[in-house]
């Protein structure tokens, strides 16, 4: 909805990094919710996390193009997988105990 309202840098960046940006908060609640539903707690901490987000967007950015033919890559969506997963890192380690 928002990115036909758009121009310039800021619909670029709607359109080509926002779901990556989403995509890396989402691999983290789904790690998350993976692990507890095995019964093992999630561990908020910030080099675990942020390796699990690079390995995730590098697979997604490189290897996926290879067996999708309709897949290309981009490394600034490495760097956008890796900045929605640290903001949700965030928002993840507000909401938990203290």
Do not use: K, Q
């Not at 095995?38 to 690079?54: E, H, I, K, N």
Request: net charge positive; glycine share 12%.
């Amino acid at each position: 909805m928002l990115i036909p309202c758009t121009a310039g840098a800021l619909h670029r960046v709607l359109a080509w990094h926002f779901a990556d940006f989403l995509a890396g908060g989402l691999m983290l609640c789904v790690l998350g919710a993976l692990l507890a539903a095995a019964g093992r707690p999630l561990r908020l901490r910030f080099l675990p996390v942020s390796a699990f987000l690079l390995g995730c967007g590098l697979f997604w950015e490189y290897v996926t193009p290879l067996y999708l033919p309709r897949s290309v890559s981009d490394p600034r969506d490495v760097l956008a997988v890796w900045l929605g997963g640290m903001g949700m890192l965030l928002c993840l380690r507000g909401l938990g105990p203290r």
